[in-house]
């Protein structure tokens, strides 16, 4: 599925959108896909606490200034985020990562949080910062690009199911952290 995903995206990115960073979301605006500067850390910040309460777990969300800045622009980054704008505004943010997979032996890219502020959402911000992802993709030769969202978000669902993702049904996601973690670290 991923590598058609990939191949849909990437001809999308081929033979609809415009060439460089700009994508055009309507004929009255553009939307601006670029990556993200230390000066948009106030607003990935924000994203993130809106995404979080969004997703109803705003306690979760404990995000310093200082670990964003850290983990986005520290001497070896390991995490990545592309911006959307229009008009100067900045409109969203795409917080991504590598994977791996042993099975195709090559990297993948996994999508670790895609928000697009209300005002900006259905104007095609979010599919922009898709298609950059997925030409982030071909262009490195990586087979994947994936990503989580929570069963009851519908609304996402319904813009994934629109490009022509489908869920990994038959696979369960678990997570050891917290005391759990710190107890399988100490056996």
């Not at 959307?84 to 994977?99: D, F, I």
Request: aromatic content about 12%.
């Amino acid at each position: 599925f991923f590598e058609f995903l990939l191949a849909h995206f990437a001809h999308m990115a081929q033979t609809d959108a415009p060439p460089a960073a700009a994508l055009s979301s309507n004929s009255s605006s553009s939307v601006i896909i670029r990556d993200a500067e230390r000066k948009d850390l106030p607003h990935i910040l924000q994203f993130v606490k809106d995404l979080a309460e969004y997703e109803k777990a705003p306690e979760e969300a404990v995000l310093t200034p200082q670990d964003l800045e850290q983990s986005l622009f520290g001497p070896a980054p390991q995490v990545y985020c592309l911006i959307s704008e229009e008009g100067g505004t900045v409109t969203g943010m795409a917080v991504w990562h590598l994977n791996y997979s042993t099975w195709k032996g090559k990297h993948g890219i996994y999508l670790e949080d895609l928000f697009v502020s209300p005002p900006y959402r259905k104007r095609g911000h979010g599919k922009a910062l898709l298609v950059r992802l997925a030409r982030i993709c071909v262009e490195r030769g990586y087979p994947r690009l994936q990503w989580w969202v929570l069963d009851w978000n519908q609304p996402a669902i319904d813009f994934y199911h629109s490009l022509g993702a489908v869920g990994m049904d038959e696979w369960t996601t678990f997570r050891v952290s917290g005391d759990a973690l710190t107890r399988l670290a100490a056996q």
